[in-house]
């Protein structure tokens, strides 16, 4: 009995020691983008790992010939009067959080910029899971189906 005991203990304590562990996330640059374009942008995060922690995040959209969706000032003007927010402001808001949280959990969406806080909830999920890997190839991700 002593011995069933025994070895039932160090099963337990093998497993939970595994429960404990987490993968690392590997020093680089990792890359995620959305794989079309909606409404003429491609959003994307990019960001950057040292010893296991996010130390630089980039949020951001580009057209087909690469123009940055943040330095459109036209748009900004647009969206801002439209829906309180605009690219340069909710990109950082999101980039932000993602520094402060280091993790795609637990991420708040911003009004007036859900539709692109949805995609930065996946792309962060996807960029963190190609740094756990050291995966340096773009992750390209599919939109969630709208409902």
């Known amino acids: 009995m002593k011995k069933q005991i ?3 203990m160090l099963f337990a304590v093998l497993l939970l020691s595994g429960c404990g562990s987490k993968d690392k996330m ?3 640059f990792y890359t995620a983008e959305m794989s079309d374009y909606s409404h003429g942008w491609k959003e994307y995060v990019c960001i950057m790992v040292k010893n296991d922690q996010i ?3 980039e ?8 123009y940055i969706k943040a330095w459109d000032n036209a748009y900004m003007e647009n969206m801002k009067t439209v829906s309180g927010t605009y690219p ?3 990109t950082r808001y999101y980039a932000n959080m993602l520094m402060e949280k280091q993790s ?3 991420l708040d969406a911003l009004s007036g910029a859900t539709s692109s806080g949805g995609n930065f ?3 962060s999920a996807a960029v963190i899971e190609q740094a756990k890997k050291g995966d340096y190839h773009t992750a390209i991700v599919e939109a969630a189906p709208e409902e």
Do not use: R
């Not at 949020?59 to 690469?66: E, I, L, M, T, Y």
């Open 6 to 8: 025994c070895i039932l």
């Open 26 to 28: 590997k020093d680089g």
């Open 55 to 57: 130390v630089a995040v």
């Open 59 to 66: 949020f951001n959209a580009k057209d087909a010939s690469g």
């Open 88 to 90: 340069n402001e909710y």
């Open 104 to 106: 795609s959990d637990g």
């Open 121 to 123: 909830f996946q792309l």
